[in-house]
Every structure is written in C-alpha cells, then in structure tokens.
C-alpha cells in the first residue's frame, strides 16, 4: 500500500522568502506525482504534474522535482506572496491517487 | 470550460440520520472519483466509476455508503445512517479517462458536520 508523507505539516515564513515543501512516498511504482494546492472552503487546485519519466517541472515560480528512486519530491515556491497562503498536497499517482496529509502554508506580510 | 459541480456546499445533519450529496463532472468525462478528506489529512478514495460501472470501491464503507451514476454522468453519494466520524469535506472528481496518466479534476467539494 502506497504511504504519502509531507514534511513539514505547517510553515510560516515571511513575504519574499523561498518555500521549500517536501513529499516521499514508499513505492516507487508510479505513472506521475501531482502538487496541488487547497485554499480554505475550496476544492483541489492542480499546481504541477510530474511524469514518471520527468526530473523536475517548472511552472513561474513553481518548480517541482521528482526523485523516484529515492521516493522524494520536493516543490519550491519562489520568492513568496502573501497569495501563496494555502495548503499544499502531494498526490502520488499508480493507478490511483494516494495523497499525503498536507503542508499548510503562511506567508507573512 | 464549466468545472466540476457539486451540491449542497455544506450541511449539517444529527447521527443516524441520512445524507445524499450530488456531483455533476465535466462533460465528456468518462471517469468519476469521490472522496472523502478528513480534517488534517489528504482525500481518500472512496469510489471510482468508469462511465456509469464501479472501477473501485474498495476502500467505501457499503454498511453505511452508496454510490450510484446513472447514465454514466451525474453521480450521488448516499450515506445511511451517518456517524459522528463522517464528518469531512466530500471531494468530487473527473477525468477524461481512467489509468495513470489522467489527469483529475476536483469540484469545491461539500462540507459535512455530523453532531
């Protein structure tokens, strides 16, 4: 059985620092991993997906790694906003979704 | 491109009663997920239907739970009687197909409050 962790479960930083989230997972059997980002009340935002196939993914300030042989992801954020508060899910995809339990995040004005 | 629906947004019911949640996937979809997200951790799956057939339901509590999709679009999920434990946000997902390299995408989900 596929087991998610999102280390740390919760992060405050300042404006304009870097964020760094991070994910492992236990089997390395995988199609894709998949970021996504969850505001308070609101569904599943999808950030980034990973192929397995794929080192890393970039999209603006986002930029998602993918280390499968070691089980690890790790999402960066640069240069953080306020708007970036919200938490952020790692999704580990072999056949079906398995996500970890989160990293809420705080960017602190 | 019209997102996944889903309805009522929140609710709020006693123990024992029963509770029926509706979900509309984007057109075309095929595949419809349901999930359900405890406060403090990530969804889990409950139920996968490709078109209107079950793929998954392993993991969906049958004494209490039921799911159906007529027509192979519209989708209800049924809980009967809900316990205390119940209460979390019911995610709502489709994709265009099933197998891994689909991608999934979620509705704002429905907030249950047992008490």
């Known amino acids: 059985k596929q087991e998610v962790t999102q280390i740390p479960a919760a992060l405050s930083v300042p404006e304009g620092e870097n964020l760094v989230l991070n994910c492992s997972f236990t089997?390395?059997?995988?199609?894709?991993l998949q970021w996504f980002r969850q505001d308070p009340g609101k569904g599943l935002t999808s950030l980034l997906l990973?192929?397995?196939?794929?080192r890393e993914q970039t999209s603006g300030r986002l930029n998602a790694s993918l280390d499968k042989s070691s089980g690890r992801s790790t999402l960066y954020i640069a240069a953080s906003q306020p708007g970036d508060s919200a938490t952020y899910l790692c999704a580990v995809n072999d056949y079906k979704l398995s996500f970890g339990a989160g990293t809420t995040v705080t960017v602190r004005a | 491109e019209a997102g996944v629906a889903q309805s009522p947004r929140y609710k709020i019911i006693e123990k024992r009663q029963s509770v029926a949640f509706w979900c509309n996937p984007i057109?075309?979809?095929?595949?419809l997920y349901w999930y359900q997200q405890i406060l403090g951790q990530g969804p889990k799956l409950l139920i996968q239907?490709?078109?209107?057939?079950?793929?998954?339901d392993s993991q969906l509590p049958k004494d209490r739970f039921s799911a159906e999709r007529l027509k192979g679009v519209d989708s209800t999920l049924k809980i009967q009687p809900a316990k205390l434990e119940d209460s979390a946000v019911y995610l709502c997902?489709?994709?265009?197909?099933?197998?891994?390299?689909?991608?999934?995408?979620f509705g704002p989900g429905t907030r249950l409050l047992v008490l």
């Open positions: 990973i192929q397995s196939s794929q």
């Open positions: 239907f490709q078109n209107n057939g079950v793929v998954d």
């Open positions: 089997d390395s059997a995988i199609y894709n």
């Open positions: 057109s075309g979809h095929a595949t």
């Open positions: 997902a489709s994709s265009l197909e099933s197998g891994g390299e689909e991608t999934q995408y």
